[in-house]
């Protein structure tokens, strides 16, 4: 009797969904986290300054020690410091990376990236870094100020202003260096498309926040290395 019972029991318990929709909805979710962890609003002034380097005629001006060095203090200024404050700010909160993207709550992230970006461009400018290669870091600094300030009431996608800037600045350096970013910004824009895509998959966005935040991305880059 009691075996019976059990089997009833157990006949009755929810299995678990094996549904296919399911797990491909698992899995999209997974890309669009990895999306978003891998193009981090962070990467523009390391990218635009890689392919200033290394993808114009600046390449055969300066040796790769200098190049070594400044792609050094930019990864370290712009990317790695702010990642670990900002991470350590989380974990010290216990919230995890959906609770900090919260509008009112990412105001400090905000803030600690701005420091950094001042940083780093106070050292690049002791250096004496050229400013057509330092206007990277400014135009970066600029987007991160106004997607700051835009944040307070409304909650912009930086993520997509940090791809609107690498097309924004692509196409001002085209501009200047006079060569045809076509491929280029092919390119940037089908990224733009999937980093978009993923924010909003995450639900961390709607469209016209994304779409407002490459616009603005792009329009702040192009302006400042014109």
């Not at 600094?141 to 800037?165: D, E």
């Given at each position: 009797?009691?075996?019976?019972?059990?089997?009833?029991?157990?006949?009755?318990?929810?299995?678990?969904?094996?549904?296919?929709?399911?797990a491909?909805?698992r899995?999209?979710?997974?890309?669009?986290?990895a999306?978003?962890?891998?193009?981090?609003?962070?990467?523009?002034?390391?990218?635009?300054?890689?392919?200033?380097?290394f993808?114009s005629y600046?390449?055969?001006?300066?040796?790769?020690?200098?190049?070594?060095?400044?792609l050094?203090?930019?990864?370290?200024?712009?990317?790695?410091?702010?990642?670990?404050?900002?991470?350590?700010?989380?974990?010290?909160?216990?919230?995890?990376?959906?609770?900090?993207?919260q509008?009112?709550?990412?105001?400090v992230p905000?803030t600690?990236?701005?420091v950094?970006?001042f940083?780093?461009?106070?050292?690049?400018?002791n250096?004496r870094?050229?400013?057509?290669?330092?206007?990277?870091?400014v135009?970066s600094?600029?987007?991160?100020?106004?997607?700051?300030?835009?944040?307070?009431?409304?909650?912009?996608?930086?993520?997509?202003?940090?791809?609107?800037?690498v097309a924004?600045?692509?196409a001002?350096?085209a501009?200047?260096?006079?060569?045809?970013?076509l491929?280029?910004?092919?390119?940037?824009?089908?990224?733009?498309?999937?980093?978009?895509?993923?924010?909003?998959?995450?639900?961390?966005?709607?469209?016209?926040?994304?779409?407002?935040g490459?616009?603005l991305g792009?329009?702040?880059?192009?302006?400042?290395?014109?």
């Open positions: 009797m009691e075996t019976q019972t059990a089997h009833n029991t157990l006949r009755h318990l929810p299995r678990p969904s094996h549904h296919p929709k399911t491909a909805r899995g999209m979710l997974l890309f669009a986290r999306v978003s962890v891998v193009f981090t609003p962070f990467y523009l002034p390391i990218v635009g300054m890689t392919a200033l380097l993808l600046v390449n055969q001006i300066f040796p790769w020690q200098y190049k070594a060095l400044v050094t203090i930019v990864y370290f200024f712009t990317i790695l410091l702010p990642s670990l404050c900002i991470r350590y700010y989380r974990k010290m909160l216990g919230w995890t990376r959906m609770e900090i993207g509008k009112e709550r990412r105001m905000y600690i990236s701005i950094c970006y940083m780093c461009f106070y050292l690049m400018n250096l870094i050229p400013h057509f290669m330092s206007s990277i870091l135009a600094l600029a987007i991160q100020i106004c997607c700051a300030v835009v944040n307070v009431w409304w909650k912009i996608s930086t993520h997509s202003a940090a791809i609107g800037g924004g600045a692509l001002a350096y501009e200047k260096f006079n060569f045809n970013p491929w280029w910004l092919c390119l940037v824009i089908l990224l733009a498309g999937l980093v978009g895509t993923s924010r909003m998959m995450l639900r961390q966005h709607s469209l016209a926040q994304v779409v407002t490459f616009l792009a329009a702040i880059a192009f302006f400042i290395i014109r």
